[in-house]
Each structure stands twice: as C-alpha cells, then as structure tokens.
C-alpha cells in the first residue's frame, strides 16, 4: 500500500496569517491526491481533488500544490472557521490511503 | 441535493453483531459504488473498501475481511455495513462515502457517520 506521511502532526496559526500542510507520498501518485477538511464531530468534506483543483463551494483562499510524491495544501488569510483537522489521501491505487491528519488550531 | 444519511449510534457488546445503514438520496443509487472508511476514537481515517451497486459484488481492504460484510437493498437505495463477532477494536466511527461525478474524483459526499461503541 501507498503510505502517506503528513506534517506537521498539530499547527498554530493566528487569524489572517498563511498556512502550509505537507504530504508526501511513499511513491509517485502522479497528482492523484486530495484534501479533505474534518470539523470536530463532523464528516470530512472534500476540499481539493487532483492536487490542486478546488471542489465546488471551498473557499479561493484553499489551494493545493505538488507533483510526484510532494504535495501540499495553502490556507491563506487564516479563517476561525478553517480550525479543523486536514487529511491528505491518494487515490492513485487501491487501497486509497489517508495521511494520518493535522490539526490546524488557532494561537 | 445528494444526501447519505446513516443510521444512529449503536453500543454492543463484544461478541455481537452490528448493522449500519447508508441511504441515499438525490441520485441514481446504481451510478455509483459505496466506500466505507472507518476512524476511531481520536485517529486518522482509515479506507474499510467498496461495494459496485449495481453488481453488488463487495471488494475489501486487506484489514476488513472475515468478519465484515457490504451489502445492499437497491429498491430501497441503501448500503449497509454488518460488523459480526464485535471486538473492541471495533469501536470506532464509520462513514460510508460517494465518489464525486466526474472519474478520479474520490469521496465527495460522505454520510453523517456512525458511532459504535463497544463494551461488556
């Protein structure tokens, strides 16, 4: 299975400043990665599909990036609606698999 | 709008069996396969496999097999997920999921989720 390795674990962040979460890949995913946004108590929501192609109703302030095995997602002017935990997941080959998440909170 | 509402939280004893219903709404059942993904308390997601619904025929992840079983009641547009011989391992929340319209596009729509909770 494809192992997907993200960091950092937790991160604190101010409102308005600029976030980056990374995740690699144990092998080239050829941009067959999303990004999915989990609130307390709630389902995750798909926020970024094919690396860098936001889904319908997300926020311009999300964007996604990478190639290969490096891929990452950029929150900018950090909302207090963004707290949440951020999953990373291939879908390259099966089984899809999920970064083990960042939890985004605020400082 | 496409809706997947599951059934209500359950607590079991081990050894038992649980049931988990996945209903949707708002589109053409067949169309689309049902994931489920598994994430226990305070962890991480974790992908269980897929049901074609319109054979189906169930695929699971290499954890899931034995004691796991997908299956469906078409005419009523629901998946269900049977967990038998319940461990406490088991405890956990489990999602079932829909890929979005387009190819390549993963779990767009996800249910409310279920929490099982295991305990003697």
């Known amino acids: 299975d494809i192992q997907m390795t993200q960091s950092p674990a937790s991160l604190s962040a101010s409102l308005g400043e600029t976030v980056t979460i990374e995740c690699l890949a144990s092998?080239?995913?050829?941009?067959?990665l999303a990004w999915y946004q989990q609130k307390p108590g709630k389902s995750p929501q798909l926020l970024i599909y094919?690396?860098?192609s936001l889904n319908d109703g997300v926020p311009s302030r999300f964007s996604g990036s990478g190639s290969g095995t490096q891929y990452s997602l950029k929150i900018n002017s950090l909302q207090s609606e963004d707290v949440s935990i951020y999953f990373c997941?291939?879908?390259?080959?099966?089984?899809?698999?999920f970064g083990g998440g960042t939890k985004l909170e605020l400082k | 709008q496409i809706q997947l509402v599951q059934s209500g939280p359950e607590l079991k004893k081990p050894g038992e069996s649980v049931k988990i219903s996945c209903k949707a709404s708002?589109?053409?059942?067949?169309?689309?396969?049902m994931y489920w993904v598994k994430q226990a308390p305070g962890q991480g997601l974790q992908y269980m496999g897929w049901?074609?619904?319109?054979?189906?025929?169930?695929t699971y992840a290499d954890d899931f097999k034995g004691r796991f079983v997908f299956f469906l009641e078409t005419s009523a547009s629901t998946a269900y997920l049977q967990i038998n011989n319940l461990k406490n391992e088991d405890m956990a929340t489990y999602f079932c999921a829909r890929a979005g319209d387009y190819p390549g596009i993963p779990f767009a729509y996800w249910g409310q989720g279920t929490l099982v909770t295991v305990s003697s």
């Open positions: 997941q291939q879908n390259y080959d099966s089984p899809p698999t």
């Open positions: 092998e080239d995913i050829y941009s067959n």
């Open positions: 708002g589109y053409t059942f067949t169309n689309y396969g």
């Open positions: 094919y690396a860098n």
């Open positions: 049901i074609n619904t319109e054979t189906g025929k169930p």
